[in-house]
C-alpha cells in the first residue's frame, strides 16, 4: 500500500490536546509527526465573566463559539449550573465546534457551509441587519483575537459582550525545531492559525527564520497562507479545511521534486 509520506517528518503545530487526530492521519500515511504547539490553551485567569454570561444567558438572542476551544471551555461549566435556554440560538464559525456542540446537546447551531471565519458566519442571513438589530449577541471566545465579528455586530445594531473562557499562550523555545532542520530532519510545518504562524516567527532566531522560508508549510486557510506570504514564506501549500484538507495536501504534496 503506497504511504506518499514516508518517513516524512511533519510538524503538528495545533494544541496539544487538540493534535492527536492529525498526527495519527500523518502516522496512517507512513509520515513522521512532532507535535510542537505554536499556541497551549488554559482556562481563562478571570472566571467571573464566564460566571456572569451563564447567569444572565437568557437575556441574549444569540451565543456564538469562536471556536471548538470556546465551546470546551465554556459549554461544561454552564450546563453544570443550568440547561441551555430554549429561546437562544447558538452559532459556530467552524464545523468541529458544530459537531462539540451536538455532544453537549446543543442542535442545529448557525454555521457557515463552505468557509470557516467570521466573515463567512456574518454572510448568513441570520446574522443580517434586520435580524440581529435591537438583540444582545454573546461571543465565547480566547484571550485577545480580532474585533471585527463584534464590531460589524454592533455596526448592525446588535449589543455584543465577549467572554474570555480560555487563554491562549506561545512557546518559548524554539530548539527542538532548529535542532531537526540543523540535521535536515524537518519536511514540513502544519500551521492552523495565524497567530500560531506570528508565533513561530516571533520564536525563531535569524537562521531559524531563514530555514522556514523554504520549508513546505500547508496552511487551511486563505488568511493564514497571506501572512504566511508577508513573512516571506516560499513552500505555502493552501489546503482544504481541518484536518481532513491538511492531510490531503500534505499526501498530494511532490516531495520527489522538493
Given at each position: ?184 530532519q524537518l519536511d514540513a510545518l502544519t500551521v492552523s492559525s495565524s ?64
Amino acid at each position: 500500500m503506497s504511504q506518499p509520506l514516508q518517513g516524512k517528518t511533519i510538524v503538528v503545530t495545533r494544541p496539544r490536546a487538540q493534535s492527536a487526530k492529525l498526527s495519527g492521519l500523518i502516522a496512517a500515511q507512513g509520515g513522521v509527526p512532532m507535535v510542537f504547539p505554536l499556541l497551549e490553551i488554559s482556562v481563562a485567569d478571570d472566571p467571573a465573566p464566564l460566571r456572569a454570561a451563564i447567569t444572565h444567558l437568557e437575556q441574549y438572542s444569540l451565543a456564538i463559539f469562536i471556536s471548538p476551544n470556546a465551546v470546551d471551555f465554556s459549554l461544561p461549566a454552564i450546563l453544570a449550573a443550568r440547561v441551555w435556554p430554549s429561546g437562544l440560538q447558538a452559532a459556530a464559525i467552524g464545523q468541529s465546534s458544530v459537531a462539540l456542540l451536538a455532544g453537549y446537546g446543543i442542535e442545529r447551531p448557525i454555521a457557515p457551509p463552505d468557509r470557516f471565519d467570521s466573515e463567512a458566519l456574518l454572510e448568513l442571513p441570520e446574522l443580517q441587519t434586520g435580524r440581529v438589530s435591537g438583540q444582545r449577541v454573546v461571543i465565547f471566545r480566547g484571550n485577545g483575537g480580532r474585533e471585527f465579528l463584534a464590531d460589524t455586530l454592533r455596526e448592525r445594531g446588535a449589543q455584543v459582550d465577549y467572554v474570555t473562557c480560555y487563554q491562549r499562550s506561545a512557546p518559548t523555545d524554539g530548539e527542538p525545531l532548529n535542532a531537526l532542520w540543523r540535521n535536515h530532519q524537518l519536511d514540513a510545518l502544519t500551521v492552523s492559525s495565524s497567530e500560531g504562524l506570528r508565533n513561530l516567527v516571533d520564536l525563531l532566531d535569524a537562521d531559524g527564520r531563514e530555514r522556514l522560508r523554504t520549508t513546505p508549510v500547508f496552511v487551511p486557510h486563505e488568511r493564514i497562507a497571506e501572512v504566511a506570504a508577508s513573512f516571506g514564506l516560499q513552500q505555502v501549500t493552501l489546503t482544504g479545511p481541518a484536518d481532513p484538507g491538511i492531510i490531503a495536501g500534505l499526501c498530494a504534496y511532490p516531495w520527489a521534486r522538493s
